[in-house]
């Protein structure tokens, strides 16, 4: 008589999977499901139960749903009980259990009978287990492991918030971030630049960043049809591995290499000296831990001003004197053209080779220095420009800014250095800072762009104006693709400003390092279903908008923008920080007084 093999029970098989699978903890196959949200709940339910099991099928240890994946109201036809979603959510929690997998979605959800519908997000684990249920805007939520690998996630606008996005992979160590996203996730419109969050995301934290995002058939504000979709897995690299456009009701299925999430400029941001104690406060707050009430913070007030930015994306040669006389005539055009400030790229006094870097000596920079300042006060015009700086043979890469009277207004030492290379990075974030014509202002550099907490709490603490400065080499087009989504990613916390790169130096007769262009003056201006201002570039209602920019030649952009008395995204006022406040751990708004407190002007600046 034959033997019969009888099926092993579902939770045996779920724990010789994880097991089976934990010991390749490298390798992770991942589900990322972009659907068509449906008017019912009963629609809804079953459809995430069959991607599930496709998902199972496929051998993935982790699927995810977008935001409102089970329920969302503003779509429905239907308004379900409290009791429906509680079903509901168990059957998918039974369903992840039957397939051994991490399942993460979005639903809207009733806490009482008669409450309202609330925006949450949900984490069964393996065996069943609700790992994580939080309120969007209201709770940050704990990370959670899939195979060994650390992972967290949030929900769509949640990732405007450091202590969801950053700070669990800065001190907690997770590996593969992730946002259900509801709508504009991964597509604002423009092709190139679609993940304009994501890719710079993955960048600065060295983690994979994944988006599920769903696909929406009717028109938006920005008059797009069909809108939303964007769904993607993006490699600590800032590369795309997989991606959908507005592909409808189906599902990326990709094994992600783990060990490529090394994290190493997380590790670089959340132990630098300067913000070593406000991540350490963050981790003490995600632990559960109390922390101590931060003396208030008020936040720097501006004068109204009509400002005419020059933004000069200059051709630098190896040359110093060359590149002097360059400045010269720009400064005087701009002037001509009755600006108010010019600005020009980082290094543009010596150039972006690192040979040319270190043969500069002092007196030729000090000699660049004061024949921009002459020329400065000549003009009657703030110079904002990119230079080396000489101590004790240790050089920086500074940022100077001279004052329409040619004084020295600040000199600010690039924080966020690369481990290669010539300089030593900066300690100081007072030298960031300066007064224009009373408006609170900062400048940065280059790879100060993957340091977004520089941006983030400087505007908490008022400011109105950001000047960053780059000399960016790689001229391929998917690296300009992803240093304009760096770039306007970090010009968001500003209401107006600008980025300055080198132009293309190849016409000169001694050019420097190649460059790769792609200047932008940029306003933050209009917003949530909201149509486009007039005079825009290209518009970004989430992000900070293009009000002009240049390809690779070498040109000067104009723009004209009136600054506001203050930053809506200050302590004060911003919308994060009433929901900070309204939190039932209220430390979070402890916490990013603190991170602005660190970041403050020097005294009596403002």
Not at 223 to 235: D, F, K, Q, T, V
Not at 483 to 492: C, D, F, G, M
């Amino acid at each position: 008589m034959p033997q019969v093999r009888l099926p092993l029970p579902v939770f045996v098989l779920a724990f010789v999977c994880a097991i089976t699978f934990q010991a390749d903890a490298a390798r992770l196959k991942v589900a990322v499901v972009q659907t068509v949200i449906e008017d019912t709940l009963q629609e809804n339910c079953e459809k995430l139960l069959r991607f599930i099991d496709q998902a199972q099928e496929a051998g993935c240890r982790l699927t995810i749903f977008p935001e409102g994946a089970l329920y969302y109201s503003e779509i429905a036809t239907e308004h379900p009980t409290k009791a429906d979603l509680d079903s509901a959510i168990e059957r998918i929690g039974k369903r992840a259990r039957r397939a051994g997998m991490t399942v993460v979605f979005g639903t809207e959800y009733k806490s009482t009978e008669d409450g309202k519908y609330q925006n949450r997000g949900v984490v069964y684990d393996p065996s069943g287990a609700r790992r994580v249920f939080y309120k969007k805007n209201m709770e940050v939520p704990q990370p959670f492991p899939v195979d060994g690998v650390a992972c967290n996630f949030l929900i769509c606008s949640d990732r405007g918030y450091l202590e969801h996005s950053d700070l669990p992979c800065l001190v907690q160590g997770t590996q593969v971030i992730i946002d259900i996203s509801g709508g504009h996730g991964g597509d604002d419109g423009r092709p190139d630049l679609r993940w304009i969050r994501y890719r710079p995301w993955a960048l600065r934290t060295g983690a994979f960043v994944m988006v599920s995002n769903p696909v929406h058939g009717d028109t938006d504000f920005m008059g797009h049809c069909p809108w939303g979709g964007g769904s993607a897995i993006i490699r600590p690299d800032g590369s795309i591995q997989a991606s959908l456009i507005h592909q409808k009701d189906t599902m990326i299925v990709e094994e992600i290499d783990t060990e490529l999430a090394a994290r190493t400029p997380a590790e670089r941001r959340r132990n630098h000296p300067i913000f070593k104690s406000f991540w350490d406060m963050g981790k003490t707050l995600l632990e559960g831990g109390a922390v101590e009430p931060v003396p208030a913070v008020k936040p720097y007030s501006s004068a109204s001003r009509s400002v005419k930015i020059a933004a000069v994306q200059m051709a630098c040669s190896r040359d110093i004197d060359r590149n002097v006389d360059a400045m010269l005539r720009h400064i005087a055009e701009a002037a001509s053209e009755k600006a108010d400030i010019v600005v020009f790229p980082e290094l543009a006094v010596t150039g972006g080779l690192e040979a040319d870097i270190r043969a500069a000596t002092e007196p030729a920079l000090r000699g660049a220095l004061e024949r921009i300042r002459i020329a400065a006060r000549s003009s009657s015009i703030f110079v904002i420009f990119g230079m080396p700086a000489l101590k004790n043979e240790r050089r920086r890469n500074c940022a100077y800014v001279i004052g329409s009277d040619g004084g020295v207004e600040t000199r600010y030492d690039q924080i966020g250095v690369p481990n290669s290379g010539p300089f030593e990075g900066g300690t100081d974030v007072k030298t960031m800072w300066f007064a224009f014509k009373g408006v609170p202002a900062i400048v940065t550099i280059g790879a100060d762009a993957d340091w977004i907490e520089l941006a983030d709490l400087a505007a908490n603490r008022g400011m109105i104006l950001h000047f960053h400065i780059t000399y960016e080499t790689d001229p391929s087009a998917d690296a300009a693709i992803l240093r304009t989504q760096r770039n306007l990613l970090l010009l968001t916390y500003a209401r107006y400003g600008v980025v300055v790169n080198a132009a293309d130096p190849s016409g000169l007769a001694n050019p420097s390092t190649p460059a790769g262009g792609r200047s932008m003056i940029v306003s933050r201006e209009g917003g949530h279903n909201k149509p486009a201002p007039q005079g825009l570039e290209y518009y970004l209602p989430y992000q900070t908008s293009i009000i002009t920019g240049a390809e690779r030649q070498e040109t000067i952009l104009y723009a004209t923008r009136k600054t506001p008395g203050r930053n809506d995204m200050d302590l004060a006022t911003s919308w994060r920080n009433r929901n900070r406040r309204a939190r039932a751990q209220s430390g979070w708004h402890e916490w990013i007084k603190q991170g602005a407190t660190l970041i403050e002007a020097e005294a009596g600046r403002f």
